[in-house]
């Protein structure tokens, strides 16, 4: 067969005008006809563009040249098909620990884009894909912006504990309503092409076929300079932005307590000060962000970020996976089948309840229409997802995911029965929290193609898998599902089969102490507070109903029975509410009653006592020492993401193990002892604190 | 140039759902998906290896231009595919077939996919013809005042619409609905509303019963919709029909004399069926199992007012090629576009005249057993998805031998504007 025409002639040729081959280190420039200066910012040795310190410093020498001979107009666009600039290069955000150093660089990124802005002929910033924080700020700095459509532009420092530091918080609010620049700067979020013109951040969509002639038009309609909103000039007033900024803070408090994360809150506190005037608020950015940069909760987010990309490159490699068979319509393998469409695989999902096939699609269906998928990419989602009652797919399958209910027996018999009809090659993996992989493998022929995979709930959100290995399964195996799990954008972590894996096992023993301070008396509403304060997403007993009191049972349950470590007694509450029926959530009642997909919640449950807080969070840290003793993950860093990613551990804290450092191992060990001698030997420190405190 | 032979090697369908209040749950390539996935998927052959895509469907919708090819790229069959669409009314799904057949047994072609795909209850509403002239004038109005004049000349019946099933559901030759012509042969052969109602009934008890018994399994794959409503057999079969019950419903076409009523002819219903057709060469490469082969085909055409004879013409005509006798036929599918159709078809068969005068037989065809008949009911119970129907009774014929042990048979339709379709079928040993 020939090959698709597309793979020819489909490739995008980005429009890179006159400009030569880097002329300026990381940069082109080039002069068309018509004296239209095109610069072109193309990094070296980079896939993606970042505004690292060299690439600033060349854009320096771009400016010279032009500044001795003024052209026409000035367009700025990338070289890189992949999108604009993605931002600052965080990895110099890792380096400085002095904060007249980095004021010092701040000051001349500062500098070099005011020169960019002061160029008197128009300047025009072409985006292509992402133009994210320092690249949005780029972009700001130009008078124009044109939009090559699919490009998005949005300011994602807050998520590193961090606000604009190159301008932006200045120049956005001064183009477009202040209120929708600001909302941007505290959330995140990007704004995609089309947002991005309403909100006014660029006047011109275009596709990359008609790049030159957008850019001609634009010349030659306004060959004047910038223009600018005015939607700010109502925010002139202090007044006018206090009373915004209360909304602001209250809603950002919900989310982002200024404790725990502190930039957002201080990006509203320059903007309310220093709103009408940008000499002030340059200047206060500029202090605040240095200031910010230095603190733990930045390090540690930023720490979380290369956590994040290191998870991504052992996801890596190409996946051999493009049809996969899902065992079972239930909540998860209902997910994980819409999650495996979405990204583009044919999937087959069996179930012997057909009505449970029919929910499955719904389920897609949203899935795919809540991520932004437009009507013709849902079309196509749900035509790859074939529900599949007879288990047609199965021959097809290269994996097969079996995702049926938590009982051996019934998962042995599956195993068996999905091996007989499989294709030769397929890899077979059970999606199970809380039985172990050594009892299932008897079921199967070839174990070395078995392992697991442990998806959390909700798979669309959570994006961690732990891919669980036995002693039988092959590298390859392992290596493949690895692959999977990047290919349908997830993040892989390798365990070995333990009690609980990794996730459930350190977060489980937390689900029980809190259950336990629950039978002891105290409010739900205060422990889950305790939680939270600490700087836990969600409360453990709201995480208790969420994912279900019987699921939470069973895996406790696992763990008494086949620990060597001591774990608490189940307390009787628990118990009860389970035999009741009151699963949590799913039922409307567990722990709290639920309306709406949210717990009622009365109160704030009154005032803490002592060590509520180091009951509910050394378990944690005791038993993720006790996982690195075993060996059960590779090292600290990754057992440290996968709690962050899976389970919410307080982000801005790093992660358990790194925060049982920061905290000093000593003083854990103590206090686990004194928790022992009151409360019992569940808190005994594990032997592993030794070696880690070395 | 030897003729090569054509087998069928597998097919599916989808349940025919009743058209109620509205538009259904899937387009025509909605429901050609839906089956076609499945069926796609048992075969041990990957879904881009196919050389065609052949679907027939008459009621178009605006989405979905050339439902042939959408259908064949929203199945994953890769961007290669050629795919087009046939259409002869109520012909359109053997039609398709017949396309295909004819490409694999003059050596262009392999391996192909036919079907057919119809949703009745998407069909559109029509505007009138004087709106759409008032629409055209108002668009050329261009001063305030001329708009003023168009306005006034605006009148409220160019509102009411034309619902587009009704005016496809009749002959634009003759102006005769297709429920009238019906009528007529009910008429000409003294059929009785007793005779056209008791077949009606059997219809209905043969189809609970075939499902009943499992007998579809295979042949309907389940649907499934985006709100998560799962579609798992024909649902128009109203097993509890009896001729008390039918005797009650009045005259749908000629009021109040008629004998034509909603019980005793087909139903208004979405459906789509696919038949993989593939050369000797294609089940060695692939590795399939035919089911059944090919034998022959035919159209007629005869007077529009009297279109449900179409079957008997065709049939007769291909049977004297093949030198058959009305025994040697063990089933057929004869397509139940209204019962007293039916019945006119197996009267003319009887008629001495009809069949010395039309068929050029020298004595009557004779009667064909009802045991040979539309064994497991038809589109009296099943409903009538016009582009499908032609498609389903070609596949329904294969599997109802092949449970009966049975070794040839006929599928054939009358088709709205005065045709006949026929397919000859033998069972591969």
Known sequence: MNKPVLDIIGKTKLELGPAEKQNFGNWWLGRDDDNVAWAIVDKKNARANTLSQDVLADLEKVLDALETSLPKALMIRSAKSGGFIAGADIGEFRQVTDPAQVEERLRKGHAILDRLEALSCPTIAVVHGYALGGGFELALACDHRVAVTGASFGFPEVRLGLHPGLGGTFRLTELIDPIEAMTMMLTGKTAHTQKAKSLGIVEVITEE????????????????????????????????????????????????????????????????????????????????????????????????????????????????????????????????????????????????????????????????????????????????????????????????????????????????????RAPGHAIIATNTSSLELPELVSALRAPERFAGLHFFNPVSKLELVEVVSHPGSSAKTLADLNAFVGAIDHLAVPVKSYPGFLVNRILTPYLLEAAILLEEGHEPELIDRVAQEFGMAMGPLEVADRVGLDICLHVAKSLRDNLDTPVADIPAKLKEKVDAGHLGEKTGRGIYKWKDGKPEKSGVGGEAPEYMEDRLILPMLNAAVECLREKVVSDSDTLDAAMIFASGFAPFLGGPIHYAKTRGTDYVIETLTTLEDVYGPRFKPDEGWKELGK | ?????????????????????????????????????????????????????????????????????????????????????????????????????????????????AGGAEALSHSPLVLRQGAVE?????????????????????????????????????????????????????????????????????????????????????????????????????????????????????????????????????????????????????????????KAVIRDSEWSALDPSVMGLGPVLCSTRMMARHGLQREDIDLWELNEAFAAQVLACLSAWEDEEFCREILGLEKPFGRIDHERLNVDGGAISLGHPVGTSGNRIVLHLVNAMARLGRNRGIATECIGGGLGGAMLVEMVQ
């Open chain 2, 1 to 113: 140039m030897t003729e090569r032979p054509v087998y069928i090697v597998d097919g599916s369908r989808t349940p025919f759902i009743k058209a109620r209040s509205g538009p259904g749950p899937f387009t025509p390539v909605d429901l050609a998906v839906q089956c076609g996935r499945p069926l796609l998927a048992r075969q041990p052959v990957k879904p881009d290896a196919y050389d065609q895509v052949i679907l027939g469907c008459v009621n178009v919708i605006a989405d979905e231009m050339n439902p042939a090819r959408v259908a064949a790229l929203r199945l994953g069959m890769g961007e290669q595919m050629v795919a087009f669409t046939v259409q002869i009314n109520c012909g359109s799904g053997m039609q398709s077939i017949d396309t295909a057949y004819r490409y694999i047994r003059e050596g262009s072609a392999d391996l192909i996919l």
């Open chain 1, 209 to 420: 076929r008609h790049v030159r002639a957008a850019i001609a038009a634009l010349v030659k309609k306004r060959p004047g300079g910038r223009s600018r909103g005015l939607k700010a000039m109502a925010f002139n007033l202090e007044t006018a932005r206090q009373l915004a900024a209360r909304q602001m803070s209250a809603k950002v408090e919900e989310k982002a307590p200024r404790e725990h994360y502190p930039a957002p809150h201080e990006l509203i506190d320059i903007w309310v000060e220093h709103g009408h005037n940008r000499k002030k608020m340059q200047e206060a950015e500029i202090n605040s962000f240095a200031r910010l940069l230095l603190s733990d909760t930045a390090q540690n987010l930023i720490r979380v970020f290369f956590l994040r990309e290191k998870l991504k490159a052992n996801s890596g490699g190409k996946s051999s996976v493009a049809h996969v068979h899902v065992v079972g319509a239930g909540t998860m393998g209902a997910e994980i089948a819409a999650v495996c469409a979405m990204k583009g695989l044919t999937v087959s999902l069996s179930d012997p309840d057909h009505q449970a096939l029919g929910r499955a699609v719904k389920k897609a269906g949203k899935i795919a229409s809540d991520a932004h998928l437009s009507g013709i990419q849902v079309r196509d989602v749900l035509d790859r997802l074939m529900p599949d009652p007879k288990q047609y797919g199965l021959a097809r399958a290269d994996l097969v995911i079996e995702a049926a209910p938590e009982k051996v027996e019934l998962k042995k018999e599956l195993l068996a029965s999905i091996e007989a």
């Open chain 2, 134 to 290: 008032w629409y055209a004038e108002l668009a050329k109005a261009k001063s305030p005042f001329s708009i003023a004049g168009q306005m006034s000349r605006l009148r409220a019946d160019y509102f009411k619409p034309v619902i587009g099933l009704e005016r496809g559901l009749t002959d634009p030759i003759t102006e005769l609905n297709m429920g009238q012509t019906a009528e007529i042969l009910a008429h000409r052969f003294n059929i009785t509303r007793e005779d056209a109602d008791a077949y009606a009934v059997a219809s209905h008890h043969r189809l609970a019963h075939a499902q009943e018994e499992g007998w579809l399994d295979g042949e309907v794959e389940s649907a499934f919709d985006r709100e998560g409503n799962v579609y798992e057999a024909d649902d128009g079969v109203r097993p509890k029909n009896d001729m008390a019950s039918l005797a009650k419903l009045k005259p749908a076409f000629e009021k109040p004399y008629g004998k034509v009523t909603p019980g005793n002819s087909s139903q208004i219903t979405d459906g789509a069926s696919w038949v993989i057709l593939a050369s000797e060469e294609a089940v060695q490469r692939h590795g399939l199992t035919p």
